[in-house]
């Protein structure tokens, strides 16, 4: 069966530092995957999808950016944070045809 | 752009059928709605999806109208851990993209 791991759960950067988190699916080859951001209280936003290794597609303009080195990796990253990064970072995985399956998310606070 | 329009909060009694509305007025003959509900702190969990036809598992039902332009999903016998944020989302066939609106908040009271 197919899972999603998103690590990690929880974290606490200074403002200016970087940033890194790691998304892998397991059980399924060449997924479309996804970063989604939920500032507090908010929706969720889109903020980059990939159809395959090395292509990524950014949807809102940003301090962030998503790089794909293999097929089932998905990474986030920022070179210095900014207090405006903090939310709930979510990916998310689908194949062409499908709904989404979300992973359980990582917290993150800009102090 | 969500496409979609949903009421921001509803109450429902324990036990009794959950009616959530959604609204796409603007959805093409192509595009699918699907639903994801959020429990607080949680990734969002896929519910059910349909394109012309009512759905049902064992989760929920999805009622289509004839025209496309509404749905609601009835959640038959709603419990307290049914408490989430509903999403309703239209997603062209063959799509990437899902985006997601505001939802409805459910409050399942006892």
């Known amino acids: 069966s197919q899972t999603i791991h998103q690590w990690p759960a929880t974290l606490v950067q200074p403002v200016g530092s970087p940033l890194s988190l790691e998304c892998t699916v397991e059980?399924?080859?060449?997924?479309?995957l996804y970063w989604y951001r939920q500032a507090a209280g908010r929706g969720l936003q889109l903020l980059f999808y990939s159809v395959g290794i090395g292509q990524i597609s950014s949807e809102v303009p940003q301090n962030l950016s998503a790089s794909r080195p293999q097929d089932r990796q998905f990474i986030l990253s920022s070179k210095k944070l900014l207090l405006s990064d903090s939310g709930f970072y979510l990916c998310?995985?689908?194949?062409?045809?499908?709904?989404?399956?979300f992973g359980s998310g990582t917290r993150l606070t800009v102090v | 752009d969500a496409k979609t329009t949903q009421p921001p909060s509803m109450d429902c009694a324990e036990g009794r059928a959950a009616n959530l509305p959604c609204n796409h007025s603007t959805i093409s003959g192509n595009e699918y709605v699907y639903w994801y509900r959020q429990i607080h702190s949680q990734g969002p969990q896929y519910i059910i999806h349909?394109?012309?036809n009512n759905e049902t598992n064992e989760m929920a039902s999805l009622i289509i109208t004839e025209d496309r332009k509404s749905s609601t999903l009835i959640l038959p016998h709603a419990t307290l851990r049914d408490t989430a944020v509903y999403y309703c989302i239209v997603r062209p066939q063959g799509f990437n993209k899902f985006y997601f609106g505001s939802g409805t908040k459910l409050n399942v009271k006892p």
């Open positions: 998310a995985w689908t194949l062409v045809e499908g709904g989404y399956t």
């Open positions: 349909g394109l012309k």
């Open positions: 059980g399924t080859s060449n997924p479309n």
